[in-house]
T-cell receptor, first 112, second 111 residues
Framework: SAVISQKPSRDICQRGTSLTIQCQVD?????MFWYRQQPGQSLTLIAT?????????ESGFVIDKFPISRPNLTFSTLTVSNMSPEDSSIYLC?????????FGQGTRLTVV | QKEVEQDPGPLSVPEGAIVSLNCTYS??????FMWYRQYSRKGPELLMY????GNKEDGRFTAQVDKSSKYISLFIRDSQPSDSATYLC???????????FGSGTKLNVKP
């Protein structure tokens, strides 16, 4: 298994600002994943972060809006840039040490 | 068509009832199947993991996979109010860079 510490757990932000979410894992993992979960909806993969290379973004998500850092094998950040109310959501980081996905506790973001 | 379909509920049952949660999927390549429990304001917590077809039991929880029907189930026996949460199914074809999630079923167990 893996224990993931994600912070902040929640935040209320003004539109036009940026928020950086941090994710720390208790073991080294090759890839870290960032998801968005909107109310009543499935988890949507934003991007995959591999240490030492640029993140890979899913269709509909771009680096300018969601820049990701992966400085080492236990840590990653996701920034939500130039926020609008449509960015209000839960953001989750995830790792897959073997065959199962484990998640952080999520960041509940509200943009006003 | 979505890769994974899951009834969003909500599902409301009395304490002690047997709960059945289900997902259907369209991709026959899926081999790894998971159920997650998500409490309000928390991240998903892995509950059950099954590889290929068959049943797996863990305490009050039983996971079933029927690959011929592309149908998976989670049964909760003797349900408790503490089981009230959203349950998400997830699956993968072996490429562990990509998981497919259901939208979640919200369960309420009434005391």
């Amino acid at each position: 298994s893996a224990v993931i510490s994600q912070k902040p757990s929640r935040d209320i932000c003004q539109r036009g600002t940026s928020l950086t979410i941090q994710c720390q894992v208790d073991s080294q993992v090759t890839m870290m994943f960032w998801y968005r979960q909107q109310p009543g909806q499935s988890l949507t993969l934003i991007a995959t972060a591999n240490q030492g290379s640029e993140a890979t973004y899913e269709s509909g998500f771009v680096i300018d809006k969601f820049p990701i850092s992966r400085p080492n094998l236990t840590f990653s950040t996701l920034t939500v840039s130039n926020m609008s109310p449509e960015d209000s959501s839960i953001y989750l980081c995830s790792v897959v040490p073997y065959t199962e996905a484990f998640f952080g506790q999520g960041t509940r973001l509200t943009v006003v | 068509q979505k890769e994974v379909e899951q009834d969003p509920g909500p599902l409301s049952v009395p304490e002690g009832a047997i709960v059945s949660l289900n997902c259907t999927y369209s991709n026959s390549a899926f081999q790894y199947f998971m159920w997650y429990r998500q409490y309000s304001r928390k991240g998903p917590e892995l509950l059950m993991y099954t590889y290929s077809s068959g049943n797996k039991e863990d305490g009050r929880f039983t996971a079933q996979v029927d690959k011929s029907s592309k149908y998976i189930s989670l049964f909760i026996r003797d349900s408790q109010p503490s089981d009230s949460a959203t349950y998400l199914c997830a699956m993968s074809g072996g490429n562990f860079n990509k998981f497919y999630f259901g939208s979640g079923t919200k369960l309420n167990v009434k005391p």
